[in-house]
Nanobody, 120 residues
Framework: QVQLVESGGGLVQAGGSLRLSCLTSGRTFYGMGWFRQAPGKERQFVGGITWDSRLLYAESVKGRFTVSRDNAKNTVYLQMNSLKPEDTAVYYC????????????????WGQGTQVTVSS
């Protein structure tokens, strides 16, 4: 049974940092992605990484967010720096059989999400 479990969300002031983790169990996936969903908005791609650490980012987070993974620990990370109030959302990790894409529909498995709130 495949499970993805996010952790590390919380409340932070603007300009601060958070690191999210996503622990995967059940199988290993070549591609992993991070998405976020703010209230009343569609889920949007944040960043993704392949098994061999090729990266893909949304333009809105380039230079502020970093995706990484530790394959030995079956864990993917999202380091978020210089956070802004508009980064407030529920953050999800997701698994894809191939390389990461920006489309929600391409991902097969999802975590339950973790709330990130950035205060101004």
């Amino acid at each position: 049974q495949v499970q993805l479990v996010e952790s590390g969300g919380g409340l932070v002031q603007a300009g601060g940092s958070l690191r999210l983790s996503c622990l995967t169990s059940g199988r290993t996936f070549y591609g992993m992605g991070w998405f976020r969903q703010a209230p009343g908005k569609e889920r949007q791609f944040v960043g993704g990484i392949t098994w061999d650490s090729r990266l893909l980012y949304a333009e809105s987070v380039k230079g502020r967010f970093t995706v990484s993974r530790d394959n030995a620990k079956n864990t993917v990370y999202l380091q978020m720096n210089s956070l802004k109030p508009e980064d407030t959302a529920v953050y999800y990790c997701a698994a894809i059989l191939g390389a990461p894409t920006t489309s929600v529909n391409d991902y097969r498995y999802w975590g339950q999400g973790t709330q990130v709130t950035v205060s101004s």
